[in-house]
C-alpha cells in the first residue's frame, strides 16, 4: 500500500521550472503560492529530490498561521512531514528543510558520516541500495499514517516516480513566461519515454492570476 501521490508544480510557458542556472524562478503568482500553501496543509507530507534543496533550499512548511492552526485543530501536526530523497545524503547540515517533521531518506551507500551529522538534525530512513527506492519509502510512509503525499519537484524526482507508476494526479500552474534554455530543468526530466508515453486524463483547468492552473490524472496502463 501507498500513499495517493500527487505532483504540484508550477512552470512557464515552455514547460521549463527553473532557470538553465538552476536558480528558483518565481512562476507562480500570489493567489497561487496561496493554492500551493493549501495543498500542502491538506497533505500528510511534502517530498522533494535533494537536487530542490541544494538548488533552492526550501523550507517546505506551511506558510499561512490560519492553516496551520486548522491543521492543529484536527489533530494534525502544525506541518506535513518533510521528505527529501538524498541517496548519499548530500542534505546541506544548515538547510531549512530540516529539524523535526524532516525525513531525509538515503540509499545504504550513503557516507556513514554524512549520516551522523545529518541525524542530529532529523530522522534518517535508510532504504536502497545505491539509490533511495522510491517504492519502499512510500509503502513506508503509508504504514506511519501517511495518505496524502505532495510531491514539489524537481523533475528528476518527478520522472523517476512517474516511470515507475507512482503518481496518482499532476497539478502543474502554467506561468506566463518563458524561460528557455535547452539545459533548463523541465517539469519531467530524467531519461524520458521512448516509447509507450505515460497517458494522463485532464480533469481540470482554472484560470489563476495571469496563468491557468491545470489537473491531470494518471492513467494506469492495463
Ligand atoms: N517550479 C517548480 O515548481 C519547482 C519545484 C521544485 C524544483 N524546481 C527546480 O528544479 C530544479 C531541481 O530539480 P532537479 O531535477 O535538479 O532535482 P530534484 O528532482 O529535486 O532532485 C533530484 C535528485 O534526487 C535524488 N534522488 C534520490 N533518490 C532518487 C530516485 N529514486 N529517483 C530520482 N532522484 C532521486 C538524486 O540525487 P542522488 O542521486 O544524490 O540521490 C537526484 O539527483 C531546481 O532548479 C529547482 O529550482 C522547480
Excluded: H
Aim: aromatic share 4%.
Amino acid at each position: 500500500m501507498r500513499p495517493y501521490v500527487f505532483i504540484n508544480s508550477a512552470m512557464s510557458a515552455d514547460g521549463k521550472i527553473s532557470s538553465s542556472l538552476r536558480r528558483q524562478v518565481r512562476i507562480s503568482g500570489s493567489e497561487d503560492l496561496l493554492r500551493v500553501d493549501r495543498l500542502r496543509a491538506e497533505s500528510d507530507a511534502v517530498m522533494v529530490g535533494v537536487g530542490t534543496i541544494i538548488s533552492d533550499d526550501p523550507k517546505l512548511r506551511v506558510k499561512s498561521d490560519s492553516l496551520r492552526s486548522w491543521r492543529l485543530e484536527r489533530g494534525m501536526p502544525e506541518n506535513p512531514l518533510r521528505i527529501v530523497a538524498d541517496s548519499m545524503a548530500r542534505t546541506p547540515i544548515d538547510a531549512e528543510v530540516l529539524g523535526p517533521g524532516c525525513v531525509i531518506a538515503v540509499s545504504r551507500s550513503a557516507p556513514a558520516e554524512r549520516i551522523n551529522t545529518l541525524s542530529k538534525r532529523c530522522e534518517i530512513a535508510v532504504i536502497g541500495e545505491d539509490r533511495v527506492d522510491l517504492r519502499e519509502l512510500l509503502e513506508m510512509l503509508y504504514q506511519r499514517g501517511v495518505r496524502r503525499l505532495m510531491v514539489e519537484g524537481g523533475g528528476i524526482l518527478n520522472w523517476s516516480l512517474i516511470e515507475q507508476g507512482l503518481v496518482d494526479e499532476i497539478c502543474v500552474f502554467v506561468g506566463p513566461m518563458v524561460i528557455g534554455g535547452r539545459d533548463a530543468p523541465t517539469l519531467v526530466d530524467g531519461r524520458g519515454f521512448a516509447e509507450k508515453f505515460q497517458r494522463l486524463e485532464l480533469v481540470s483547468t482554472e484560470r489563476i492570476d495571469d496563468g491557468l492552473l491545470i489537473k491531470w490524472r494518471v492513467v494506469r496502463s492495463a
